[in-house]
């Protein structure tokens, strides 16, 4: 969430940034700004009638005492007059309060400078490409039709049990499901990350400190009963373990990495590029979550995404690296890179993972804040990154690995399979 201050004292480039992000609602500025403005002036009109409230009261006190009492009196029936104006006065200033606060909601973080204009994932700007596509044969096989054949991830069991989007994985498939796991929370841990096991379902809170909510409500698992949500990323309750915590500078960076599945709903999506593995309503992920100084963010993003990179190095895939258009990224985001792998048997490039920068918006909202060498309170900038997402590294590992003899396991992979092959 934006800062009402910051969008006062910089309102052309608010609006110039929004631009950018192509947002549809740039008055939305304007409105904030002025009811802003009405609510400075009733805070301000309380004030006033308070402190002479507390005025009149030492006054008919020192009155009273005096034996002054029919001035005592005549001055109790004006302060009973502004007790009601007092309470009018807060009703207004509450309700001011939330409705600048429902305003401020629906304002998206600002694109950093770097962000290129662009409605489209076509509009993305392409920062590098790494290795060359794996060349099969024509006899090559789509991951669906490898899974079927080896009989390691069921997709019409699952949809027997639950509904479409939550596969069975059996055997080597969830064998290799745990490899993948253990595989990238051990490097994580390796680079400094603490390992965290956290619930699966937060609160209507949770959801909004993040800014999944209301952004994402539609997208988003609702458990009516218990007013809680699943979680469609780590990132939701490993960032709200700092909610409303002041940090210490010293502490900085806190990297924290979580393991869990991830629920999302994905209305509206369908065809064929949704087809098996490529898009599901339940899949595993390892998430990375920084709380990080100011000044160090952008760096921070960069070693993210050179971290992430290394992990699809060693499983020897072709990738590349996406800076994502203001109208492409998420609602929160003020820079996003998306790092997306090569699908051989498909031939098209599949997103794995999504590292961005939030700036101070997560931190604005959750209330994480650190004490600067100043002692002035500021708030953090908060990062995060999948390191990574499985359903589509899966997909690309078994296409791009199949072989006549079967499919071939990533070396980096074998220690934690116990086997080389699926076959």
């Known amino acids: 969430m934006l800062q009402v ?9 608010v609006l ?9 609602q740039p008055e939305l500025v304007d409105e904030i700004i002025q009811l802003d403005d009405e609510r400075r002036q009733t805070q301000t009109s309380l004030d006033n009638l308070s ?16 034996g002054k009492k029919e001035e005592a009196e005549a001055i109790k029936l004006e302060t009973t007059a502004n007790k009601d104006k007092i309470k009018q006065l807060g009703e207004q200033l509450v309700a001011a309060e939330q409705k600048l606060h429902n305003l401020l909601v629906q304002l998206p973080n600002l694109p950093n400078e770097q962000v290129k204009a662009g409605t489209t994932p076509e509009d993305n700007e392409i920062v590098l490409v790494h290795g060359q596509p794996e060349e099969l044969n024509a006899a090559a096989l789509p991951h669906w039709e490898l899974c079927a054949k080896y009989d ?15 596969p069975v994985y059996k055997g080597k498939g969830a064998r290799l ?21 956290v619930p699966h379902l937060v609160n209507e809170a949770s959801g909004f400190g993040t800014g999944q909510l209301p952004d994402k409500e539609g997208q988003m698992y609702h458990a009516t009963v218990d007013n809680l949500y699943l979680i469609p990323t780590a990132e939701v309750p490993v960032t709200n373990l700092y909610r409303d915590v002041i940090v210490k500078e010293e502490a900085f960076p806190i990297k924290n990495c979580a393991y869990t599945p991830c629920f999302r709903r994905e209305a509206g999506s369908y065809g064929a590029h949704v087809r098996g593995l490529n898009r599901l309503h339940q899949f595993d992920k390892v998430e990375l979550v920084q709380i990080v100084h100011p000044d160090q963010s952008y760096n921070v993003l960069e070693e993210m995404s050179i971290y992430v990179q290394s992990l699809l190095k060693e499983l020897g895939l072709h990738y590349r690296v996406l800076r994502l258009c203001g109208g492409d990224m998420g609602f929160t985001s003020a820079m996003t890179y998306d790092m997306e792998v090569w699908s051989a048997a498909q031939q098209r490039w599949l997103e ?26 500021q708030l953090a900038h908060t990062l995060n990154g999948s390191a990574l997402a499985l359903p589509r590294i899966v997909a690309a590992i078994l296409e791009n690995y199949q072989t006549p003899e079967g499919i071939k396991v990533p070396e980096a992979l074998v220690k934690y399979t116990g086997f080389s092959i699926i076959d």
């Open 5 to 13: 201050n910051y969008i006062r004292e910089n309102r052309e480039k």
């Open 16 to 24: 110039e940034r929004l631009t950018v992000r192509n947002f549809k």
């Open 51 to 66: 402190a002479i409230a507390n005025s009149s009261a030492k006054q008919i006190g020192e009155l009273m005492r005096n």
């Open 152 to 166: 390691i991830i069921d997709f019409e069991l699952g949809t027997k049990i639950t509904g479409a989007g939550f």
């Open 177 to 197: 499901q745990r490899a993948l796991i253990n595989f990238f929370l051990d490097r994580a841990t390796e680079q400094g990350y603490r390992e965290m096991q």
């Open 352 to 377: 794995v993972s999504s590292v961005s920068n939030f700036e101070n918006y997560q931190s604005n909202r959750l209330k994480l804040r650190f004490k600067g060498a100043t002692g002035k309170t």
